[in-house]
């Protein structure tokens, strides 16, 4: 990727804080675990396969659309790291 203008490397690196993270893993597998039963009775009450695939795939789409790019709320806890201090040579 370094042959990548910096603004561009910028945006395509996609760095979230670790906090974020976290919860957005928790939020994402609860999401999925949602989406499947809805899916499941969905199918299930209308006899049609297709019609469960296709309610799990939008929600699929609109958890990636959530989730995968950077967002600014993915980056509300930033790490704050000490300041670099010099070694004394002797």
Same mark, same amino acid.
């Given at each position: 990727?370094?042959?990548?203008?910096?603004?561009? &490397?910028?945006?395509?690196?996609? /760095? !979230?804080?670790? *906090? /974020? &993270?976290?919860?957005?893993? &928790?939020?994402?597998?609860?999401?999925?675990? %949602?989406?499947? !039963?809805?899916?499941?009775?969905?199918? #299930?009450? /209308?006899? /049609? +396969?297709?019609?469960?695939?296709? %309610?799990?795939?939008?929600?699929?789409? !609109?958890?990636?659309? %959530?989730?995968?790019?950077?967002?600014? #709320?993915?980056? $509300? #806890?930033? !790490? *704050?790291?000490?300041? +670099? $201090?010099?070694?004394? &040579?002797?």
């Amino acid at each position: 990727m370094n042959h990548l203008p910096p603004s561009v &490397q910028k945006v395509l690196e996609g /760095s !979230i804080d670790p *906090k /974020s &993270q976290h919860i957005l893993e &928790q939020l994402s597998q609860t999401f999925l675990i %949602a989406l499947t !039963i809805i899916s499941f009775v969905l199918s #299930y009450f /209308s006899s /049609s +396969v297709i019609l469960g695939l296709e %309610a799990f795939l939008g929600g699929l789409v !609109i958890l990636l659309l %959530a989730a995968v790019p950077p967002w600014p #709320y993915l980056n $509300r #806890y930033p !790490i *704050k790291f000490l300041p +670099v $201090r010099k070694l004394h &040579q002797t």
